[in-house]
């Protein structure tokens, strides 16, 4: 499960530092003309966010299998995120903030909403004054468990699924203000293979309509240096400072990240078929790189770890992963400031698992392994000499299991995202300094 505490934690200290650094704070300056420095604006707040009911059943004392309605369920949620391409676009991750289990028919219940990710398209963009319809996609995650108290079977597991709902509502700006009506729905209906016991399989009809209200503040962080781009200071003082070596250099960077795994690996499939995938995971990611100015390339050490445990009629894992990787990353062309980029990835992973049943070790498995994937994504870089930017990064590694007995193993390949990540080339403030 994920943490929202910790989550609350990391997003608030990692935003308060960033603001610090914030000059301007107009939402509207994408409307005067659309330069490279009005191309995307940041955006944080919260949103409550409600789904409608599903259905369960369950085995009563005579074996009998009954149904029943599940409670729709509602959350608050944390929203980071930034408008794109002179406010007809939205990047807007959303992380749960709580959620409370209920008890229904002798059955305790957690359906929750996890990490939600979505792009929205505004074919009229978001202006001051007026309302704004939307159209988009999500990349969410959700998860759900059911647990019998009629009998002594233990807890229920826990099923981490990745939905791609699509999306529509209308957004009104006022200022720096941003207020959301939406709804996202699952494009067939969702239903999920869940067992009720360790032997006995029944569908679970997951509701397929969510609603969200939100409000959002808009600031802008890089207006402040149009004037010197527009006069072509900016143009001079990034010649002298390549030819100097100056864009040459160190940087570091830091940022939320998560884990959407996609298999659950052939040791559950044959042995513990009712674990799904393994839970999602939210964590930070740390890099340590050289960027090189005329090829416009990034050599990068990054390091990601962190933990999942799931549990279930009496057998509890625990997974656990340290990376350690290598990357290089080719810019791929400069888009009004927006810079996609594209490379390998090869890694360092210490993989771990451990299975208990009834408090008994079955399995304690770890290995040191080579992991290999690809990183893409993009920079917020309105020009080349800021001595700090904004760095989204989608990383994919397809074929990581680690083996647990005979041929069968856990996987732990899954699609990172690391969504907005602050980098810091220390060297240019003392460049731009002397300059």
């Not at 319809?133 to 990745?162: H, R």
């Not at 360092?348 to 290999?372: A, P, R």
């Not at 994919?396 to 602050?422: K, M």
Request: charged content about 20%.
């Amino acid at each position: 499960m994920i943490n929202s505490t910790a989550i609350i934690r990391v997003c608030f200290l990692f935003f308060g530092a960033f603001l610090m650094t914030s000059t301007q704070v107009s939402s509207q300056v994408y409307v005067e003309k659309q330069t490279r420095h009005r191309f995307a604006q940041m955006n944080f707040g919260i949103d409550y966010f409600r789904s409608l009911e599903g259905e369960s059943s369950f085995l009563d004392s005579q074996g009998m299998l009954q149904s029943f309605q599940l409670e729709p369920f509602a959350v608050p949620r944390l929203i980071i995120g930034g408008t794109h391409f002179w406010g007809h676009a939205d990047f807007t991750v959303s992380f749960p903030l709580a959620s409370k289990p209920y008890v229904k028919d002798g059955q305790e219940i957690s359906f929750i909403s996890g990490l939600d990710t979505s792009f929205k398209v505004y074919p009229w963009k978001i202006k001051h004054g007026r309302v704004a319809p939307y159209i988009g996609v999500a990349l969410s995650g959700y998860s759900f468990q059911q647990t019998n108290t009629l009998n002594d079977n233990g807890v229920g597991p826990q099923i981490e699924e990745t939905a791609f709902p699509a999306m529509a509502g209308l957004t009104y700006n006022y200022k720096n203000h941003l207020l959301e009506l939406g709804v996202s729905r699952y494009l067939a209906n969702k239903t999920l293979d869940y067992y009720i016991t360790d032997t006995y399989k029944t569908e679970v009809y997951i509701p397929s309509t969510f609603v969200n209200v939100s409000y959002r503040y808009m600031l802008d962080t890089s207006l402040s240096a149009e004037r010197d781009w527009e006069s072509g200071d900016t143009q001079k003082l990034t010649e002298k400072l390549n030819e100097n070596g100056d864009l040459n250099g160190l940087f570091v960077s830091a940022g939320p990240s998560s884990a959407f795994p996609f298999s659950i690996g052939k040791f559950n499939q044959e042995e513990r078929p009712y674990f799904g995938t393994p839970s999602l995971s939210f964590f930070l990611e740390y890099a340590l790189g050289y960027y090189l100015h005329n090829p416009d390339l990034n050599f990068s050490v990054t390091y990601r770890g962190y933990d999942g445990s799931n549990e279930a009629f009496h057998v509890l894992q625990e997974t656990g992963r340290r990376s350690i990787g290598f990357e290089v990353t080719k810019m791929l062309g400069d888009y009004h400031g927006f810079i996609p980029f594209i490379g390998p990835t090869i890694s360092m992973e210490q993989l771990s698992f451990v299975e208990t049943k009834s408090e008994v070790v079955i399995h304690d498995v770890s290995e040191t392994k080579i992991g290999y994937g690809i990183t893409f994504g993009w920079d917020i870089r309105p020009n080349r000499i800021q001595p700090w930017l904004l760095r989204t990064n989608l990383r994919w590694t397809p074929s990581l299991n680690l083996d647990v007995s005979g041929d069968q193993n856990v996987a732990f390949g899954a699609l990172e995202f690391n969504f907005i990540q602050l980098v810091i080339f220390p060297g240019r403030f003392k460049a731009l300094k002397q300059s």
